[in-house]
């Protein structure tokens, strides 16, 4: 029987792999031209407020935006420049970086603690 991970253990395992960023590091990048990616659903972000700025890319087609090769393909997740990727508390967006990683995106990132975390900071939201 194989040995299974659970979900924790994932998100773990892809936090030991990628760059964690805080906000204000996060904020520091984007004035140098990072893109960052909100991860979260339509709904969540609806809800919640969203970062000004942030490319909406669902985590659940992730993979096809950030494919130069593939028809949905967004021009702004570039293999060769620098993603930062966020959710709403940072679990979803560190396996999400992994993945580019694994994609052969070089320079990923993620928003620890996700928008939660940026919006406690007090950092810019909008509706």
């Known amino acids: ?8 253990e994932m998100v773990a395992d892809a936090k030991s792999r990628i760059d964690l960023l805080g906000p204000n590091e996060v904020a520091s990048e984007l004035e140098q031209g990072a893109v960052l990616v909100d991860l979260r659903g339509a709904e969540e ?8 700025g942030a ?9 096809f935006y950030a494919d130069p090769t593939n028809a949905y393909h967004k021009p702004e997740l570039d293999p060769d420049k620098r993603v930062i990727l966020h959710c709403a508390s940072g679990g979803r967006s560190a396996l999400a970086a992994k993945t580019l990683q694994d994609m052969g995106y070089s320079n990923v990132a993620h928003l620890e603690g996700g ?7 007090g950092k810019p939201t909008e509706s």
Not at 115 to 121: M, Q, T
């Open 55 to 63: 490319v909406h890319a669902d985590r659940g087609l992730l993979e």
């Open 115 to 121: 928008y939660n975390g940026w919006k406690e900071s």
């Open 1 to 8: 029987m194989a040995t299974k991970k659970t979900a924790a």
């Open 45 to 52: 972000r609806k809800q919640n407020g969203s970062i000004p």
